[in-house]
Nanobody, 117 residues
């Protein structure tokens, strides 16, 4: 019912900035919350930032003050503005969405963010 497509990834130097985008399509009205996740090399996927339909946000401690999650409902797009990137931020970043009531979850294909030191 929901399709998610990430974009904006790419090689970035430590200390640099990058903005990721996630475009949602399909039954977007069923989405209750969206978030950005990442899977670092050798680690499990983890939540980076989340935003509810009401605009409430949460961030992983490791990215607080550096990353900002936002939504543009008119464009059905979610963003992750990343600044002061560190090599440990290197990961595949995924857009995720859950339906109202957390009945079902959807994932994008991921976008690579290698951060060079």
């Amino acid at each position: 019912q929901v399709q998610l497509v990430e974009s904006g990834g790419g090689l970035v130097q430590a200390g640099g900035s990058l903005r990721l985008s996630c475009v949602a399509s399909g039954n977007i009205f069923s989405i209750g919350a969206m978030g950005w996740y990442r899977q670092c090399p050798g680690k499990q996927r983890e939540l980076v930032a989340a935003i509810t339909s009401g605009g409430s946000t949460n961030y992983a401690n490791s990215v607080k003050g550096r990353f900002t999650i936002s939504r543009d409902n008119a464009k059905n797009t979610m963003y992750l503005q990343m600044k002061s990137l560190k090599p440990e931020d290197t990961a595949v970043y995924y857009c995720g969405a859950s339906t109202i009531g957390q009945i079902r979850s959807y994932w994008g294909q991921g976008t690579q963010v290698p951060v060079s030191s």
